[in-house]
């Protein structure tokens, strides 16, 4: 990556950095001018014989470039500091808008731990590079210049020997440039697989005690470490000897200049004043240059971090919505005039949107495989129709295309008659409640959390989409009821967050509703006491369900069976249980009357004997 | 201070090599120091024309000793300090990792409250503590002994001199970078409570990001996070300004120390009590010890953070070491106060008295289990979870344990494998009494099937071989095939050597329970214990599972745990759990032709949602 693409990502680095360079390139003048002062006045007190009154002036004045480049330099350091701050702020906030534009479906396929850590250290590892290095970079040019432009002016013989060297630090550092790209990468591959083991080991710990293995584990640990410490200490050996040349360069060409001026003065082919004042300059002419490296390594995970942050800002959204509204074509459609009473109806009243799936194929980005192949089918007005099939069948794609977190490869949805995609997306999915199979909850109470579900919802409303969820059942038991803070006060299990998320559903009465396996994590008699409810979130509404269990499925007025992304049936309930296939198959495992004892036998309706 | 005390024990046992890494820092230093003040010497020395260029012969010779020495001082440091790292990084996992093993609650306390982010943020604190002498413990020690050796130096020549030096030296080294961290506390204790409030809100917007969508909530979070970001870096601004206004106070005392020395000097010269030659080598002294203090200020910030770092492990770890260990781990002896099981007691089974335990891996034979009246509760403060269990399994047996969930059934799961205790009845195992056999003896008679089984990221076959460390490939074949996931692994590229990937992400559900039963049936234990092992699959999957299952566990004694009621046409005894008491027991024909037993109404009740129009 060249700097190039980082002055075009982040906007307004140019003058930020220019003023670190500036203040930078003041400071080391005043480094120069300081030494100028100072050889002369300890050439005036140690070969002149001038006692204190006589350098009065030149020493006020030393103090004073003392105090200025101090200055200078805290300037610098606050300018480079105020441009990390604003990368960090742009940077992050365009990349936090960037991931929420991404979607959900983007988000599930990353490790979101991994995101956050992006944005948080990944960033600040950035500005390293951005505020450290890359001034760094001009500083290690523009003060050897300046020092080595004194010099000659000083002392030729001197200026040559740093002029000769000089270039070879660059070879070196490019060197030990790539040895030290290659020691951060094996010492930070040797550090993750130890992390990550380490890691591993503590999260499966219930199971290493299991089968008795997790005693044996501190042995384990101490020998992988051992062994990758002995193997990564081998290789820095060798690595960390460019190091070595390169120091022995720069401190040699010290001694170098140092004893040729010694054997000048000896010969009086210089005065001490120009010998003293290049002696002085010398370690300032390679220090900049050397500074690089330093900076240079704690660059390496700015580097690595920013790739990764740019590639995500590269991600393309999958899905860019439309701009017509769900009221505007209801309205189109029966005629009504007023914006209001549309939409009344279309909460209020029996839902007026029916969907169409029309040959829709979709794959995930990146993947080979299709998840959904050419499947068709309607969901009538007010009508329910459940999808039927095993994980990774293709139910949940149904629902990332219909809620618009993604777009089918080929086909169409339609929203009466008119293309999903032509509506605005977050206006269709005010129209649209949805329980997904793990409804996060966020930090709050649980009131506060339902309440979400519907902007201006009062308390009462809310409490009691909370009682025909069920919610109230175990929110009796919490110490606060239903101000108990979630994660904080209460740790709540899988079936009584899909409660919560039923009676988010309740409370919103959108009309449409896809519900993705919204009693997955229920026991049975939970989940038998929550089918009224569902029932009653269901009324009236146009609705997509998933279920893997038979009983959410039964009452649907249509069955879609999916297998491998295809439709391979669909039907009412009767239809598919005489039709002998998948759905038979499915229905007989829980119905269990083909395989339970004959006790079992005699509790199984006329109905599902079938 | 305890912190301080605390965080120093991982660096005893390496005091000496520490010594030798501080020590080669020091002489780094020391040779810069050295090749300046010999090179400000030989200049002086050869301005004043001397008879004879021998005169000049040891400067140059020092200039050049000094000129090499300092790197070769500088590649054996960082040699030394790196391997010092890593020997106090293996010190430190190993003994978080012996902490949170040694306590079983420990381990539900990293599973239940630690979700997977405090885990890693655990260990990433650990891996912190690495750089506890490189970062910490370095910079101010060799400081140290460069500021003592340049001020004896310097003393010798002007005592004056040496003091200014020392006042100097402590300002810059001590007083500014002091000086900052309280400046700079309350400003980075803000900044780090923003940061962690921005992290937790954008951490759970984009887990939520489905519900914040659908919320129509994604401006509005925005706009929080906007806001949030606004408050962050106002609080890092102070921070700023503070550092730089340190990095000013640096440059300026650093170069006002030769300044303020200049004006002692120039008197002393002029009075001949110190001789002009050595004015320049002394100036070029106090410039270079100050290379010394450099890496302070980030040492100083380093050691803020480690320190914070220390406490979060202590106060995990010391929450862990608080609770008391489950089970004793002390040698079986035969609780006299619970008589001995005779063989007329059980009826199902002959009774084998209990082998006197040799080596950890001996079994029963057979596996006789039976719990009495057990009682089990986490905490004395939180009623029980287990009120009065009764139990028994014979040889060859298959139990299930059913009961929605909260009703105490994984208890009984954690208690058998020694994972809780119970404070009240008695468990025998094979004629002893549970709770006073070595935890590893009793664990080694279960194989066991959680839940979401916890695959490790290595490969299919050592996750397999957990169970059985000197397994042959024959056996591992064995087990994969009963369990039925054999064709499965035979077909992945590298077969039984594939990585199953981070928590066996390679695997879908189904296959990754299919290998912990594989696992579980390696493992060759008398008892095979399942807790819930079907949770989370689809039916077609479920079935599949189960179909593996009871053709796998032809002869085993089983305890299947589960809540689901498919499937349990296998077993011979059902035991019927609700709020921790064992409500009914009995075959699957017993119970649901008894008209009012609780798992009929359950099943009926299945079956009536199944059916109700």
């Known amino acids: 990556m060249n700097t190039k693409e980082w002055f075009r990502r982040i906007p307004n680095l140019i003058p930020g950095l220019t003023t670190v360079v500036v203040l930078n390139f003041a400071s080391g003048l005043l480094m120069i001018l300081q030494a100028v002062f100072l050889a002369k006045i300890v050439t005036d007190v140690f070969l002149n014989d001038r006692n204190r009154g006589d350098v009065m002036m030149p020493i006020a004045l030393l103090f004073f470039v003392i105090l200025l480049r101090a200055v200078a330099t805290g300037l610098s350091d606050k300018a480079s500091g105020d441009v990390s701050l604003r990368i960090r702020e742009d940077l992050r906030m365009s990349l936090v808008r960037h991931l929420f534009q991404l979607g959900p479906v983007y988000l599930r396929r990353e490790r979101t731990g991994e995101l956050v850590n992006s944005a948080m250290n990944g960033i600040e590892q950035v500005d390293v590079y951005a505020t450290k290095y890359l001034p760094q970079m001009a ?99 060798v690595a960390f000897l460019s190091a070595l040349v390169l120091e022995l360069l720069t401190t040699l060409s010290t001694a170098v200049v140092a004893v040729m001026l010694g054997l000048r003065l000896l010969h ?343 | 201070m305890t912190n301080v005390m605390w965080l120093l024990q991982f660096v005893r046992p390496y005091r000496w090599r520490l010594l030798l890494a501080a020590g080669l820092g020091f002489l780094a230093i020391l040779a810069n120091v050295g090749l300046m003040g010999t090179s400000g010497y030989l200049i002086a020395a050869a301005a004043l024309h001397p008879a004879t260029i021998l005169l000049l012969w040891t400067p140059i010779v020092g200039v050049r000793f000094f000129g090499i020495s300092r790197s070769v001082f500088r590649y054996l440091e960082r040699l030394v300090s790196h391997d010092l790292t890593f020997h106090i990084l293996a010190r430190v996992r190993v003994w978080f990792y012996d902490r949170i093993e040694q306590t079983s609650n420990g381990t539900r306390l990293l599973e239940h409250h630690g979700s997977a982010d405090v885990l890693t943020r655990a260990v990433t604190d650990v891996e912190s503590l690495q750089n506890l002498y490189l970062r910490v413990l370095a910079p101010p020690l060799i400081a140290l002994f460069v500021g003592v050796m340049s001020v004896l130096w310097i003393a010798r020549y002007s005592g004056m001199t040496a003091i200014w030096f020392a006042v100097f030296f402590v300002i810059t080294g001590a007083v500014v970078p002091w000086i900052s961290l309280h400046l700079g506390r309350q400003a980075g204790k803000a900044q780090v409570l923003l940061r962690s409030d921005f992290q937790s809100e954008l951490g759970d917007a984009l887990r939520g990001l489905t519900e914040l969508t659908m919320d129509g909530q994604v401006d509005a979070t925005i706009r929080s996070l906007a806001n949030k970001q606004t408050d962050l870096t106002q609080a890092a601004r102070r921070g700023t300004l503070i550092q730089s206004a340190g990095t000013g106070a640096f440059v300026f005392f650093t170069n006002v120390s030769v300044w303020a020395a200049l004006l002692v000097l120039i008197p002393l010269v002029s009075l001949h009590a110190v001789k002009g030659v050595e004015v320049p080598s002394l100036l070029f002294i106090i410039l270079a010890s100050f290379e010394a203090v450099m890496p302070i200020p980030a040492s100083v910030q380093a050691m803020n953070e480690t320190l914070a770092a220390a406490r979060r492990i202590k106060e995990l770890a010391g929450h862990v070491s608080e609770e008391i260990p489950a089970a004793n781990g002390g040698m079986p002896v035969t609780n006299t106060e619970v008589p001995a099981m005779s063989a007329s007691e059980l009826e199902q089974g002959p009774i084998h008295r209990l082998p006197l335990v040799q080596e950890g891996d001996s079994l029963i034979q057979p596996p006789v289990l039976w719990m009495r009246d057990v009682q089990v509760r986490y905490d004395d403060a939180l009623p029980d979870v287990l009120r009065g269990v009764t139990l028994r399994l014979a040889p060859g ?172 046409e296998s077993v011979d005894t059902i035991l019927v759990l609700q709020d921790g008491r064992a409500v009914e027991a009995g075959s699957p024909h017993q119970l649901l032709s008894q008209p009012d037993s609780l798992f009929r109404r359950m099943r009926q009740m299945a079956h009536e949602q199944i059916d109700n129009k």
């Open chain 1, 268 to 610: 009086g082919n210089i005065d001490f004043h120009r010998a003293f004042l290049v002696l002085l300059l010398a370690p300032e002419f390679y220090l900049p240059i050397r500074m690089i490296g330093t900076q240079f390594h704690a660059s390496m995970n700015g580097i690595e971090a920013a790739k990764r942050i740019f590639e995500i800002l590269d991600t393309q959204p999958l899905v860019q919505g439309g701009t017509r509204r769900i009221v505007e074509v209801i309205q189109s459609q029966t005629g009504e005039a007023d914006d209001h009473n549309a939409r009344v109806s279309c909460f209020e009243h029996e839902s007026p949107i029916s969907i169409e799936f029309d040959d829709v194929s979709f794959a995930y980005p990146g993947s080979e495989v299709n998840a959904l192949e050419h499947v068709s089918f309607c969901v009538p007005a007010g009508k329910t129709v459940a999808i039927v099939g095993a994980s990774g069948a293709g139910k949940s794609s149904l629902f990332d295309l219909l809620l618009g977190f993604a777009r089918p490869l080929q086909g169409q949805i339609r929203i009466n008659g008119v293309a999903l995609s032509e509506f605005e997306l977050s206006d269709w999915r005010a129209h649209v409640s949805y329980v997904s199979q793990t409804t996060h909850l966020f930090p709050g109470t649980i009131l506060e959390n339902i309440c979400r579900a519907r902007q201006g919802a009062s308390v009462a409303e809310a409490l009691e989409a909370a009682r025909l969820a069920l919610v109230d059942e175990f929110v009796c038991r919490l110490p606060h009821g239903y101000t108990t803070r979630i994660g904080e006060d209460v740790q709540l299990s899988g079936g009584q967050i899909q409660r919560i998320a039923m009676a988010r559903a309740i409370l919103k009465r959108a009309p449409v509703a896809c519900f993705d396996e919204p009693t997955s994590q229920l026991d049975m008699v939970s989940e038998q006491a929550l089918q009224a409810s569902l029932e009653t979130a269901l009324q009236g509404r146009t609705a997509l369900v998933a279920a893997h269990r038979m009983q959410t499925v039964r009452r649907a007025h249509q069955i879609v069976v999916v297998e491998s992304g295809r439709i391979v049936e669909q039907g009412t309930h009767a239809d598919l249980v005489s039709a002998g296939g998948t759905y038979q198959k499915l229905w007989a495992f829980y119905n269990d009357g083909a395989i339970f004892d004959t006790a079992a036998r005699e509790f199984v309706p006329e109905g599902a004997r079938v």
């Open chain 1, 139 to 237: 500083h290690a040019f523009l003060i050897p210049v300046a020092v080595w432009c004194l010099v000659i002016g000083t002392d030729i013989w001197s200026a040559i020997i740093l002029a000769v060297t000089a270039p070879l630090i660059p070879i070196f550092m490019i060197l030990i440039g790539k040895g030290a790209d290659s020691i951060a990468k094996r010492q930070w591959r040797a550090l993750s697989v130890l992390g990550g083991h380490f890691l591993d080991v503590i999260r499966g710990l219930t199971t290493l005690k299991v089968f008795n293995r997790s005693r044996a584990q501190v042995e384990i640990i101490e020998r992988i470490t051992d062994t990758y410490r002995e193997a990564t200490m081998q290789s820095l050996r």
């Open chain 2, 397 to 568: 047996e298959r139990v299930a344990v059913v009961g929605e969930s909260g009703s105490g059934k994984s208890t009984i799961f954690n208690m058998l494998l020694g994972l809780c205790t119970y404070h009240k009845g008695s468990v025998m195992l094979g004629g002893y009494e549970l709770r006073d056999l070595p935890v590893e003896f009793v664990r080694n008679q279960f194989a066991a099937v959680t839940q979401d089984a916890f695959l490790f990221h290595v490969s299919v076959a050592d996750n397999l071989r957990l169970a059985k460390p000197g397994a042959s490939d024959d056996e591992l074949c064995d087990a994969a095939k009963t369990a039925q996931i054999l064709d499965l692994i035979e077909s992945l590229p590298d077969g039984f050597d594939t990585l199953v990937g981070e928590n066996g992400a390679r695997f879908s559900g189904g296959e990754r329970q299919r290998i912990a039963l594989a696992r579980a049936l390696l493992r060759g234990a008398p008892i095979l214990l399942l807790d819930e092992p079907t949770n989370g699959l689809d039916a077609v999957t479920e079935a599949e599972f189960l179909e593996a299952l009871w053709s796998a566990v032809a002869e085993k004694a089983v305890i299947y745990i589960t809540h689901r009621l498919a499937g349990l």
